[in-house]
Nanobody, 114 residues
Framework: QVQLVESGGGLVQAGGSLELSCAAA????????WKWFRQAPGKDRELVAS??????ANYADSVRGRFAISARSRSTVILRMNILKPEDTAVYYC?????????WGQGTQVTVSS
């Protein structure tokens, strides 16, 4: 099992920045890919960014150049969000794709005011 806890969400004005953190506990050795998803009201959950074991990062077109995913440690992954827009408002979820299955955090709210 892998337990995930997100933190760092909040309210920010358009153009501002936030940093989300995902802390993992449990069978860390099993993690293959770290991912950040988001879900806005009335919309499907969408993949925002991913980070593989090799360090390769991928981004959705909507956030490329503004968001950056990185590993702060073996157990913590960061999503740095810059130049935030009102359309970035959503609940952001950390997810890991592991050899033991797929695990999710509880989510953290990000609200960007115009």
């Amino acid at each position: 099992q892998v337990q995930l806890v997100e933190s760092g969400g909040g309210l920010v004005q358009a153009g501002g920045s936030l940093e989300l953190s995902c802390a993992a506990a449990g069978n860390l050795y099993s993690i293959n890919v770290w991912k950040w998803f988001r879900q806005a009201p009335g919309k499907d959950r969408e993949l925002v960014a991913s980070l593989g074991r090799s360090g390769t990062a991928n981004y959705a077109d909507s956030v490329r150049g503004r968001f950056a995913i990185s590993a702060r440690s073996r157990s913590t992954v960061i999503l740095r969000m810059n130049i935030l827009k009102p359309e970035d408002t959503a609940v952001y979820y950390c997810n890991v794709d592991s050899r033991l299955g797929d695990f999710w955090g509880q989510g953290t709210q990000v609200t960007v005011s115009s």
